[in-house]
């Protein structure tokens, strides 16, 4: 599966530029990842926000391609932990998805056609983040996802799913967490693929 970042403008903000160049660096050794950029709109002044939504959503629609998953990033999507972010984007690499588009949107979100497009909608939380610094947050917490996915201890927490339910793991993981308490809980939702969680936390 590949998973791609679609952008609205640059980064010219160099410490963010930074950070989202060594976590893309970093995702290559789990998934075929990039991030397109789509031109700003020029002449802003001269337009409302809903005309400058639908010029944005019309370039947005023109990279997407008829069989990609596309999620948008969006302050009325629902909410996930790190845990659950990382529960999610397992479903979609097993569901057989070619390609999943994560869209940012431009200063003021997204036009109608665009969200009649999307096949869903994250947010990563309820304050407000400017469009760049969310680009900075995605890419670390995907990041974040496929080590939590590939039980390394970035995050401290892994995802074991049941064919992977064992003793064996018990004692693997119980031996990674140095002897501290180990406990296993149940997704909040029925999955059919239900998900386990070991933790260094008291659940």
């Not at 995050?155 to 793991?169: A, V």
Request: overall charge positive; glycine content about 4%.
């Amino acid at each position: 599966m590949k998973i791609e970042l679609l952008v609205v403008g640059k980064s010219t903000i160099p410490y963010i530029k930074e950070g989202i160049d060594d976590y893309v660096k970093r995702l290559k050794h789990y998934v075929s990842f990039q991030i397109r950029y789509i031109d700003d709109i020029k002449g802003t002044k001269n337009l409302s926000e809903e005309q400058q939504k639908q010029l944005e959503g019309n370039k947005i629609l023109a990279l997407l391609d008829k069989s990609d998953f596309v999620i948008l990033l969006d302050e009325h999507g629902k909410e996930h932990t790190s845990l659950a972010f990382a529960s999610y984007i397992q479903k979609r690499m097993l569901s057989g998805a070619k390609k999943v588009v994560m869209v940012v949107g431009g200063p003021y979100g997204f036009s109608k056609d665009v969200y009649d497009r999307a096949n869903d909608k994250i947010s990563f939380s309820k304050m407000t983040f400017n469009h760049e610094m969310i680009r900075l947050i995605f890419v670390e917490q995907l990041y974040r996802a496929f080590t939590i996915i590939n039980h390394e201890p970035y995050h401290h927490e892994w995802l074991i799913f049941p064919h992977q339910f064992t003793s064996n793991h018990i004692r693997y993981h119980h031996m990674m967490l140095r002897n501290e308490h180990v406990s296993i809980c149940f997704a909040k939702q029925t999955l059919r693929e239900e998900d386990f969680r070991f933790s260094n936390k008291v659940v």
